[in-house]
C-alpha cells in the first residue's frame, strides 16, 4: 500500500507540475472558455448506518446532466451515475477510495487545524447506449487541499488528473486530461453548504495539457441527518 501511494503522488506531481505550464503557457483563451456553467444540487443522509448521497447535475448551455446515487463504507466509496449529453445515455458503475485524510495545525486538545490534504483515487467503468460508442475504464487520482480562513469559509483546490483505457482507448500511463477546480466552501448552517468554483480543464499529456475549457460552477448540499 505505501509504495501505492508513493506511485499515486507521483501521478499527482506530474499532473500538478502540468497544470503549472499549461497556465503558464495558455495566455490566449479558448474558444470553449466560460460558454458553460455547471450547477450540483447534494443531498445527504445516513441510512441503517451508512452515508448515503444523492448528486443531481446539470450544466447551462450544454446539454449535459447526470444523477448519482452513492454509499460510503469507511474509505470507500460505492456510485452509480446515470448521465446522458446530446442523446447520449450513459451508465457508470464506480468505487472511490480515500488514501490519506489529514489534518495539519491541530491544537493540543486535538480540534482540527486550519489546513486539510486528502488524497484519494477512483476507477469507473462508463457504458454507453448508444450504437458505435464503446464501452471503457477510466481511472483518475484525486488530490484536494482544503484552508480554514473563517469558522464558516474554507478555500479549496482539487487536482484529477485522468486516464482511459480499454476498447477504443489507448493502454499507455499517460494522462488524457487533468480536471482542476479551485473554490470555496460555506457553511449557511448546521446541515447546508454552498460552493461556488471554477473548473479549469486541460488536454491530455500527448498534447502538452493544453487548455481545454474554463467554467464556473456551483453546488448546494443539504444533510438531512
Given at each position: 500500500?505505501?509504495?501505492?501511494?508513493?506511485?499515486?503522488?507521483?501521478?499527482?506531481?506530474?499532473?500538478?507540475?502540468?497544470?503549472?505550464?499549461?497556465?503558464?503557457?495558455?495566455?490566449?483563451?479558448?474558444?470553449?472558455?466560460?460558454?458553460?456553467?455547471?450547477?450540483?444540487?447534494?443531498?445527504?443522509?445516513?441510512?441503517?448506518?451508512?452515508?448515503?448521497?444523492?448528486?443531481?447535475?446539470?450544466?447551462?448551455?450544454?446539454?449535459?446532466?447526470?444523477?448519482?446515487?452513492?454509499?460510503?463504507?469507511?474509505?470507500?466509496?460505492?456510485?452509480?451515475?446515470?448521465?446522458?449529453?446530446?442523446?447520449?445515455?450513459?451508465?457508470?458503475?464506480?468505487?472511490?477510495?480515500?488514501?490519506i485524510n489529514w489534518n495539519l495545525l491541530d491544537d493540543a486538545e486535538g480540534n482540527d487545524g486550519p489546513i486539510n490534504l486528502?488524497?484519494?483515487?477512483?476507477?469507473e467503468y462508463r457504458y454507453y447506449e448508444t450504437d458505435g460508442k464503446d464501452a471503457n475504464w477510466r481511472y483518475r487520482g484525486i488530490a484536494k487541499?482544503?484552508?480554514?480562513?473563517?469558522?464558516?469559509?474554507?478555500?479549496?483546490?482539487?487536482?484529477?488528473?485522468?486516464?482511459?483505457?480499454?476498447?477504443?482507448?489507448?493502454?499507455?500511463?499517460?494522462?488524457?486530461?487533468?480536471?482542476?477546480?479551485?473554490?470555496?466552501?460555506?457553511?449557511?448552517?448546521?446541515?447546508?453548504?454552498?460552493?461556488?468554483?471554477?473548473?479549469?480543464?486541460?488536454?491530455?499529456?500527448?498534447?502538452?495539457?493544453?487548455?481545454?475549457?474554463?467554467?464556473?460552477?456551483?453546488?448546494?448540499?443539504?444533510?438531512?441527518?
Open positions: 500500500m505505501q509504495r501505492f501511494k508513493s506511485i499515486l503522488i507521483g501521478m499527482l506531481a506530474v499532473a500538478f507540475v502540468g497544470t503549472v505550464v499549461g497556465c503558464k503557457e495558455e495566455a490566449v483563451a479558448a474558444s470553449t472558455d466560460w460558454k458553460k456553467s455547471e450547477h450540483n444540487w447534494n443531498v445527504e443522509w445516513n441510512q441503517s448506518g451508512y452515508d448515503v448521497g444523492l448528486n443531481v447535475r446539470n450544466r447551462y448551455r450544454s446539454d449535459y446532466d447526470h444523477v448519482e446515487l452513492s454509499v460510503n463504507f469507511q474509505s470507500l466509496t460505492m456510485a452509480v451515475r446515470a448521465a446522458e449529453e446530446d442523446g447520449d445515455r450513459e451508465y457508470r458503475p464506480k468505487l472511490t477510495h480515500s488514501l486528502s488524497l484519494g483515487h477512483t476507477i487541499v482544503g484552508l480554514n480562513v473563517l469558522d464558516n469559509v474554507n478555500i479549496w483546490a482539487k487536482a484529477q488528473p485522468r486516464f482511459e483505457f480499454g476498447k477504443g482507448k489507448e493502454d499507455d500511463f499517460k494522462i488524457d486530461d487533468i480536471k482542476n477546480q479551485v473554490g470555496l466552501s460555506i457553511k449557511l448552517g448546521d446541515n447546508a453548504t454552498f460552493s461556488p468554483y471554477v473548473e479549469y480543464l486541460m488536454d491530455s499529456q500527448d498534447n502538452d495539457f493544453e487548455r481545454k475549457e474554463l467554467m464556473v460552477g456551483t453546488a448546494l448540499t443539504i444533510k438531512l441527518n
